[in-house]
Structures are given as structure tokens and as C-alpha cells.
């Protein structure tokens, strides 16, 4: 990991000598992840990183985090700050520091990843970190499979704890557990299990509303492995399946294969959406004021959205890299809703990863 780290580090130093800029200031917590320390999540112990072009990055973390990084990442220089004092340690806001580097080493072409309001330097919001992050590397696609991996092991479980008189919040909870137990040390986000007409919603918190016959349940869930996570939705239906969910899944499903289909390096995802979209019209199904029926999708990385983006009108195409959710949904307010998401990988050709059934005889309970 270590060496892959600093391969994307001489990356960016390669970028800034090209446009002749000083330093890169990184503040953006899943940039500096990337950059230092992908597995780390929850309570990221870098506040800003600085990258020049020709010098060791530098981590600005706070006191107590300093053996932390000094452990988990191969940075060298570590500057530490608090922002109380104690035993000599003066308090310092983290800006100020920053603020203190950059003039001490005489750094004022700076490109920085977010907005900083209080840096007054000659320099610019740049993106490319983002875009880098969007070209998965070969250690990403393996981490990003083996979370694929998992879930679809914990989706082959879902029949069997979705039951009528359970609640939303027990599916989630057990469906959790499993991707665990498979070998995820954490679920890449909240899981979403969404029934009767909270699957109308495009997401909903899991409550104590039970199960009952007739529902579709909507299930959005996925597993993390070393930072990088799944994002997979099936529907599933509990017993008789009525004639308005059979026309709206399979609208859905078929709008979801047109998706794929149509996936091919070069194309723009405009055109995937367009080609996805296409399927619900023809079904009679149009996104309209106050629904999410449609379909989208996003990139899937250390963040649960990301680049690239599946919209109207995007002109961004598809490389070599990307992987990406297609996720058309159908949701009839007051009533229910259809959502189906896979995560399509472009590396040597174009791969479905979320090899989980989704014909509609499989989907019902």
C-alpha cells in the first residue's frame, strides 16, 4: 500500500510542475484518505495535507492523533496542533498552521481541493485528485470486487430474513450482520430497507414498521473492504405480486439492462442514462415533480457517490477504470416503488460485478 500511496503522490507532483503551481493543499477527508490512509473512515486524524512539487508531503493532524498516522500512513513530516493548551503545547486553529508552512516555505501558488475562505493565496480550486480517484487503480478494483464479493454472499441470505411480521430496522440490522460476518469490517453506508410506501422513497431510514403482505421492499445495502465499498438494490415483493408492480419491475429491469448494454468505453454517460431512461418512457413512467422515478447512477470508491456521474446531459465519458451504479427506479407515491442497482466495472472490457438474480420470479417471497 505504501508504494501505491507514493505512486499517486509523484502523480500529483508531476501535475503541479506542469502547470508550474507551488503545492497542492488537500482537505477534502476522503482525498486525504486516498492520499494517506484509505481504510481509516470514521475520525480521519489528518486536517489538511500538503503535497509540493518537490518535497515529502507534509500531514497537519491534531495532538492526539500523531502516533496514529505516525502508524497507519508513510508520511514523514507530521506538524501536530491543539486547540487548547496544556503542558506547554500553545493552542493553534489548523489554518494558522497551514497558513505558517506555506509562508515558511514561500509556497503562494497553490491549488487547494475545497474552498478555503481564509487562505489568502495566488491559487485555484482544482479537481484533479477527484479525477484520479475516478481511474481505479488495480489495488482498488480487487478491494472493490472483494467488497462486491461479500455482498452479493450476504444477498444470497436476504430471502430467508425477509419475513412478513419483521420489521424494517430487524432486516437491516440482520442483513448487516452478515455482511460482517462475511469478512466486511464495516457496511459502506446505512443500509436501506424500505417497504410498503416508505419504497417510494429514493431513501429511507429503516423503522419499526412490520412487514405485511403485499409490500415491496426495497433493499440498498453493501459491504466495505479496506476502504472501498459495494453499492447493490434489489426489490423484493411478499406473496401475490399485483399487475401495476409486475409493469413497473419489469420496466425497471429492463431499463437497467438497456443501461448496460449500452456501457462501452468512449460512450458518454449521458448516453447511458438516455439509453436507460428511454425503457421507463416507453413503459409510461417520466420523473415528474416530487418523485425520483427515473434512473441514475455514480462512481463507487472510498465514497458511497462519486465520479463519474450518470446524468442528462453529462458529456463525461467512460474510461478505462471507472465502475459505476446504474439504478432505474419506478415509485408510485402512496403506494410502492421498484429500484434495481448494479455496479458495472469498465477495465479490459465491460463486467457486471453484482452477479445477485433480479428476474422477478427470484424477487418474490
Not at 518537490?54 to 496514529?68: D, F, G, K
Not at 465519458?317 to 471507472?322: A, D, Q, R, T
Request: aromatic share 8%; net charge neutral.
Amino acid at each position: 500500500m505504501k508504494k501505491i500511496i507514493k505512486k499517486r503522490w509523484k502523480r500529483i507532483q508531476n501535475y503541479l510542475e506542469d502547470r508550474r503551481a507551488d503545492a497542492f493543499v488537500v482537505s477534502n477527508p476522503h482525498n486525504i484518505r486516498y492520499l494517506a490512509c484509505p481504510e481509516m473512515r470514521s475520525h480521519l486524524p489528518i486536517t489538511f495535507l500538503l503535497i509540493s512539487r518537490s518535497e515529502e508531503p507534509i500531514a497537519i493532524v491534531p495532538h492526539a492523533e500523531l502516533e496514529r498516522v505516525k502508524d497507519k500512513t508513510p508520511i514523514s513530516e507530521i506538524l501536530t496542533y491543539s486547540t487548547i493548551s496544556f503542558n506547554g503545547v500553545n493552542a493553534e486553529k489548523p489554518e494558522e498552521l497551514m497558513k505558517k508552512v506555506l509562508a515558511e516555505k514561500k509556497l503562494t501558488f497553490i491549488f487547494c481541493d475545497r474552498t478555503l475562505s481564509d487562505f489568502k493565496v495566488e491559487g485555484q480550486i482544482d479537481d484533479f485528485i477527484e479525477t484520479m480517484r475516478a481511474i481505479k487503480d488495480q489495488y482498488e478494483i480487487e478491494c472493490l470486487k472483494t467488497a462486491q464479493k461479500i455482498t452479493i454472499e450476504a444477498a444470497k441470505k436476504l430471502k430467508d430474513i425477509i419475513e412478513e411480521g419483521k420489521t424494517e430496522m430487524q432486516i437491516a440490522n440482520e442483513l448487516d450482520y452478515i455482511m460482517r460476518k462475511l469478512g466486511a469490517p464495516l457496511v459502506h453506508f446505512d443500509t436501506i430497507i424500505a417497504s410498503g410506501k416508505h419504497s417510494t422513497y429514493s431513501h429511507h431510514q429503516p423503522s419499526e414498521r412490520k412487514i405485511k403482505k403485499g409490500d415491496s421492499v426495497i433493499c440498498d445495502f453493501g459491504a466495505s473492504f479496506k476502504g472501498y465499498g459495494a453499492d447493490v438494490t434489489r426489490t423484493y415483493f411478499i406473496g401475490k405480486i399485483s399487475d401495476d408492480m409486475t409493469k413497473a419491475y419489469q420496466a425497471v429491469y429492463e431499463s437497467l439492462q438497456a443501461g448496460i448494454d449500452s456501457v462501452e468505453e468512449g460512450v458518454t454517460y449521458s448516453n447511458i442514462y438516455d439509453s436507460s431512461y428511454s425503457v421507463l418512457k416507453k413503459y409510461g413512467f417520466r420523473r415528474t415533480l416530487g418523485t425520483p422515478t427515473g434512473t441514475g447512477g455514480h462512481g463507487i470508491g472510498l465514497e458511497v457517490h462519486e465520479r463519474p456521474w450518470l446524468r442528462p446531459g453529462s458529456a463525461e465519458i467512460v474510461k478505462e477504470g471507472h465502475i459505476f451504479t446504474i439504478e432505474p427506479g419506478v415509485y408510485i407515491p402512496g403506494k410502492f416503488g421498484v429500484r434495481i442497482e448494479d455496479d458495472i466495472l469498465v477495465y479490459r472490457g465491460v463486467h457486471n460485478l453484482t452477479l445477485i438474480e433480479k428476474n422477478i420470479e427470484e424477487c418474490i417471497i
